[in-house]
């Protein structure tokens, strides 16, 4: 069993930046394929970004690509987002996921994913 734990979120104006954080303990999240996915107040959760297991693959959400980055650091047992250019419309709570490796290298459905953090705010003022 792997505990997810985030950080990272908080209030930043339109255009700013924050970088969000993914620690697994338990077992290291090395052999799991991660991912980020964000839930706005009365929306279903959906897809932000994903990472295979060993990082050499990535996939984003046409929402965020090319102002998100999604990175992993297997060592520390670490996944990252690092968000740019954000706007008011990326406010949500943002989770973290690990999943077992599969077919896919890089998953985006909810359902391929068994292990969840608890999320971590992030809030855009425009």
């Known amino acids: 069993q792997v505990q997810l734990v985030e950080s990272g979120g908080g209030l930043v104006q339109a255009g700013g930046s924050l970088r969000l954080s993914c620690v697994g303990s338990?077992?290291?999240?090395?052999?799991?394929?991660l991912a980020w996915f964000r839930q706005a107040p009365d929306n279903e959760r959906e897809f932000v970004a994903s990472?295979?297991?060993?990082?050499?693959?990535?996939l984003y959400a046409d929402s965020v690509r090319g102002r998100f980055t999604i990175s992993r650091d297997n060592a520390k047992s670490t996944a990252y987002l690092q968000m740019n250019s954000l706007k008011h419309e990326d406010t949500a709570v943002y989770y973290c996921a690990a999943g077992t490796r599969g077919i896919i290298a890089t998953p985006s459905r909810v359902g391929d994913y068994e292990h969840w953090g608890q999320g971590t705010q992030v809030t855009v003022s425009s």
């Open positions: 338990g077992r290291s999240l090395g052999t799991y394929v």
């Open positions: 990472i295979s297991w060993r990082g050499t693959s990535t």
